[in-house]
Structures are given as C-alpha cells and as structure tokens.
C-alpha cells in the first residue's frame, strides 16, 4: 500500500470526506446482494517469467472471487473467536470483454517492455478508465522491493489508480503459489479503502493501531501465524485477516465488508460506477456466460536467440486475446518440423542474423506477428585462430564479437570516457540492475588449438556499494557453441572488489583496474572455443570490462605492440607518416577511424614488410583526434594522432 495523505491535500480532502460517507453508509445499512467489478489485467513483460499465463490470470480471479464470498475452504482454519465474524462481502470479479475503445477483448493484455523491471508509476502502461474498470499491472518486479502495492480511493491520479502486483504473486499456478496468491486480496482490499489492521502504516509490529474497522481488534500487526496472538488488549487478534501480514490470510469481517462497501457506494474516484448496470453492459460483464470470439493477437517466443548452424531451436505460440484456429509460420531460411503447430523445431543451414512471422487467427480474424533479427546463427567454425585482442576503443556494442545474452532492463554499454590502455571500456550500470539476474556477454569465438599454452586475460574494475553485495563475475567456455558451458574463473564480492566500497556512481580511476588471467588449459585442443562473461548482480555498483586478450605461446606471439608503429609528426596538419617496426613480415591491415569508431579509409591491406615506411594524406580531414588500427590474424593494436 502506498499512502499518499501526508503530501497530497486532493488526498486529505477526499479521504475525509470518504470517511464522512462511510459513516452516514454504515448507519443506513445496505440492501445490495451483489457488486460486480470489471477487472483487466495489464500484463507488462520482456518475455521473461512475467510474461504469465491466461490460464494463471484466471485462477487468481477464481481466488478472488472466493475470497471476498466466503467460497474458499480454507476458512474452515479459521479460529474460534472470529468465525462469526467472517464475512461473505458479495463481491464478483469478471474479466472485461470489451474495451476502453469498445472493441473485443478477453480482459487480459500482454505490453511488450522494459518497464517490468524496476517496476514503479511509470510502469502503468495503458491504463483503462479507473471508473469502468479495475486495472491491475503484472510486472517483473517492483523498484521499492514490495510484492504490489496500490492506493485508497481517492489519493491517486486516475491512469496510476489501480493495483501494480509481482507475477509471482498472481494466482497459485505458473509463477503463482497459493500462500502468495493473497496479497492480490489484500490490495484489492486498500483499493476498497481497507487499511491494514494496525493501521495506515506498512510496519507491522511496530506499535498498537487501529483500522477504523469496529470488529478487528487492535494489534501491532503480525508477520507469523501465531493464531493466539495477543500484545494489544489481552484478546486474540486477527491474525488471520487478508489485511496482515502474516501469510496465513483466510477471512474479512462484517466491519470490513461494510467499509468496503461503502467505497463501492462512493462515488471518490468513480467506485460507485464499477458496478452500475451501464457500466456493466459496456465493459462486457453483465451476463458472465456470454462472451465473443475475439481475434488473436499473434505473439510468440523462441527457445534461444543464439544457436550453430544445425542446431534444433522451438518456436512457441504466445498468440493472447483469443483462441487460435490456424496459424502460419515464416521462417525463412529455415527447416521445420511444422508451419501450422502452435510449437515447432527449426534449424538453419547457413550462419547469419533471422526474422520470424507468425499468423495466428480464428473465425473473427487474423494478426501477424514479425520479430525482426530474432535468432542469431553462429558459424560452426573459429571467428579467430591463435590470438585475439579487444579493446573497445574502435566499433559499438553490440558486435558481431560480443553479444548480449540476457533478458533483462540494462544493456552493456561502451563507456567512451574511461578505460584502462584507452578512453573506451564495456561498462554495465549495476547500481540500476535488478538483483538476482544475469547479465552475460557471448564473445567470439577461438581456434586455440596450435597455442601450447591458451591464455585469455582482461582488466576488470568493480566495487560494492556495501558488504552485502556479492556480485559475481564469471568467464565461462563452451565447445559445443553454447550447450553447455564451463566456469573457467569465477569472483564474488569483496573479491571481485578492485577498489574501495562506495555508494556513489563508481567510475574507475587507472589505478582501480585490475587484470585477470584464465587459463584454458582444459581446452587446449579446441578448435571452436566461445568465451563468455556472465555477471550476476547482487546490488553493487558498476563494472567495467577492458582489454580482452587470448593468446598463449605461438608463433604469433608479440608480433607488435605499441611500438611496432610510430606515427610522426604528431601533432599533424597535412602529412602523416607511419614507420613500421615489426619482428618480421605479417599479413594484415591498416586502417583509419575515427573517435566514434567509424572507419575513415583502409590504408594498405596485404602483406606488411616488416620495416615498411607508409604516408597518408591528412589535409582534408578536420582537427580532432584520429586513430590507426594495425590487425593481423585477429590481433589489433591502435595508435593516436591529433589532426591540427
């Protein structure tokens, strides 16, 4: 629950006068058997777990509407002192049929976006008028770290009034669980202007409270089940009540169901219009047993987003809003085991980036779904062979080197304004991340077989923000392009630390990088090796990766470093001339970028002699700084010069 009266005067003033009608309702008793509310369901996912269900969105109706009947067998544990007290508060929930816009719908939407993570008031996407329907937003989870939360009648903006509750704790089967599937009561209950039974806190156990509610007696709140609880007054408390903390929720009582009906009777924030009969008829619930056949909306997922050629990869029908008589796939460039079933098997034959399409559609329509460059296919063979160097100094992120490869709000990103041999790093804002997720990097991939010694080894910079934080970076390989994989160096905490603990945003200074050394010895022989960097976040702050080398002892080994090419004069206006100092002939490239990374000219490309001496016209680029790349075999060195 947030409580919004302290700051917000609209608030104030309609709680009050909320308060005044809830009085005079009480006095004047109510005759209504039954309430009907449409209810629509917000589902805002990336195509996580999140992305929960139909058939789980409806069980957590099936568990609501026992619960505010007095249907659910569970109230047979409810204890002595309070089963005359429980109350079957005559309260139905239908999923709405038809729209904000008037058009078909199963009362359930599914958002593609980001904004299920971190979840907070920005998260209410699409919001349905508040006066005709109850809105509720399913997300991943929720910036403030509580299972859901809403407001009272009154004390929200209408396109925030509604209930924003974790997937985890919608019904009792997918991502559901029984026990967790109350606290969709309980803030259904604040909706209805239920306070919690201690009062408008939500810290329970902190001092005795009321609820304005003349059956629940007073109590600090609980977070167990001790059902003879007693610390306020000397009687049994309600420990039992939806609106505690304690899990064990089995019951609302007679006062409750009074107070909510009262704000149903209301006409703050348009409660009193969920249920009239006009309403009903325009949202679709007046008669619960008829419904039309709404045309699908196609959407689907797959199995993976990377996969070597050859590979099986499923495609799985997510197709919502109606039931789907036929469907079609186009997948191009790909065998499958089907093109009409709701989940097929594809495979590719050739390396490269795929689009995907799906028709779905019944007896009132059709929709197409295209998912452009879903699927990336790899090449069965080694990118490089014997060395490799990155530095992020050239090019973007992502690459055809480095992939993301995870389902969560953050990217990586190239940091232009740190790095540790350069001004460029691959950082990832871990302060903003969500806390249990991982966020891996697939690199290249490497033919190492001819190095006796395989050695990869990066600068890394990272630090907590406090002694919590366990963090953890791992460098994992595979063989298999990506089946299975391979820890092959892992850190965590403190000792993935490489500089002192901090709260503020962490940028490293030179001397907060640190270098690390894996050794794939175990692999010695591989001929396709991919590398990958996998992070798990746990609340710390930021990380940042530099200077990716894998070599070992061959016979490429220091072919050039910073001194292999010396670039004068430098400064520059006109003429620049390059001098190569290399232990011996090479072939390879030389090009001209500039700061962004964008590639100016390729210099020379061939066989490189050794000592050559080469110059390159200058005067018509403008003054800034410039940068020459020197490559061979997968392995690139980069030089500086100032255009004046």
């Known amino acids: 629950m947030h409580s919004v009266y302290q700051n917000n005067l609209k608030a104030v003033f309609n709680h009050q006068l909320l308060e005044q009608f809830t009085q005079q309702f009480h006095q004047a008793g109510n005759t209504r058997q039954l309430y009907v509310i449409p209810v629509v369901f917000h589902i805002i996912h990336n195509y996580g777990i999140e992305n929960i269900s139909d058939a789980q969105v409806k069980d957590a109706m099936k568990i609501l509407n026992q619960d505010f009947n007095k249907l659910n067998a569970d109230t047979s544990d409810i204890v002595i002192p309070f089963k005359q007290l429980t109350a079957n508060c005559g309260i139905e929930f239908r999923l709405a049929t038809i729209d904000l816009n008037g058009n078909c719908t199963n009362g359930i939407e599914h958002i593609l976006s980001s904004a ?3 979840a907070d008031e920005q998260s209410k996407l699409n919001p349905w008028p508040n006066d005709k329907y109850l809105n509720i937003w399913v997300v991943h989870d929720i910036a403030i770290g509580a299972a859901g939360y809403t407001y009272y009648p009154g004390s929200a903006d209408p396109d925030k009034d509604g209930i924003i509750i974790l997937s985890s704790y919608v019904g009792s089967i997918g991502t559901g669980d029984y026990n967790r599937a109350r606290a969709l009561t309980h803030e259904i209950g604040h909706w209805f202007n239920l306070a919690h039974t201690w009062g408008d806190s939500n810290d329970p156990g902190v001092v005795c409270g009321d609820d304005n509610v003349n059956d629940t007696p007073e109590t600090k709140g609980w977070t167990s089940c001790n059902l003879n609880g007693s610390v306020c007054n000397g ?3 309600n420990i039992q009540n939806y609106m505690e903390y304690a899990y064990c929720s089995r019951m609302f009582t007679n006062g409750q169901k009074s107070r909510m009906l009262a704000a149903l009777n209301s006409n703050i ?11 009903l008829i325009a949202t679709g619930t007046n008669n619960p047993t008829s419904a039309s056949v709404c045309i699908p909306v196609a959407d689907f997922i797959s199995s993976t987003k990377f996969a070597c050629v050859g590979d099986a990869v499923d495609l799985i029908d997510k197709s919502w809003n109606g039931k789907v008589l036929y469907r079609y796939w186009d997948v191009a460039g790909a065998n499958a085991s089907s093109l009409s079933d709701s989940v097929i098997t594809i495979s590719f034959n050739s390396p490269g980036i795929y689009s995907i399409s799906l028709l779905a559609g019944n007896n009132a329509g059709s929709d197409l779904k295209v998912r452009t460059s879903l699927i990336q296919v790899l090449s069965d063979t080694a990118m490089y062979a014997n060395g490799y160097i990155e530095n992020f100094e050239i090019g973007n992120f992502p690459t055809n080197n480095f992939i ?21 790093s691959l950082e990832f804002k871990n302060i903003f991340a969500t806390s249990g997720t ?11 077989s001819s190095l006796t010694i395989p050695i990869l080894t990066f600068h890394v910079a990272y630090t907590q923000q406090s002694n919590g934080n366990n963090d953890r970076l791992r460098v994992l390989v595979s063989e298999n392009c990506g089946k299975t994989w391979i820890a092959r160096y892992g850190k965590t905490g403190a000792m993935l630390a490489t500089a002192v603990m901090r709260s503020s945003n962490f940028v490293p200074t030179p001397s907060e990088w640190r270098m690390e050394t894996v050794y794939l010895n175990p692999n010695i022989n591989s001929k396709n090796l991919r590398i990958k960097f996998d992070f798990l976040s746990d609340g710390g702050n930021n990380i940042y990766i530099d200077d990716i080398n894998l070599g070992g002892y061959s016979s490429i080994e220091n072919i050039f470093d910073e001194h292999s090419l010396q670039l004068f004069p430098n400064p520059v206006s006109d003429q620049l001339n390059l001098k190569l100092n290399l232990q011996k002939n090479i072939e390879g490239s030389i090009k001209l970028y500039d700061v962004t990374g964008r590639m100016i000219k390729e210099i020379y490309s061939g066989k490189i002699k050794m000592d050559a001496n080469i110059s390159v016209d200058i005067s018509k680029l403008v003054s800034q700084v410039y940068i020459i790349q020197l ?4 392995v690139k060195q980069i030089y500086r010069f100032v255009k004046i």
């Open 269 to 279: 924030s348009g409660r009193n219009n969920l249920w009239s009969s006009s309403n």
């Open 116 to 118: 299920t993570f971190s």
């Open 438 to 448: 991982s966020y891996g990097i697939l690199g290249p991939t490497f033919d190492i």
């Open 235 to 237: 009687v049994i408390e």
């Open 631 to 634: 490559e061979s075999n997968g």
């Open 404 to 424: 993301p490869d995870y389902n969560g709000n953050l990217d990586w990103f190239i940091n232009s304004g740190v790095g540790f041999s350069g001004t460029r």
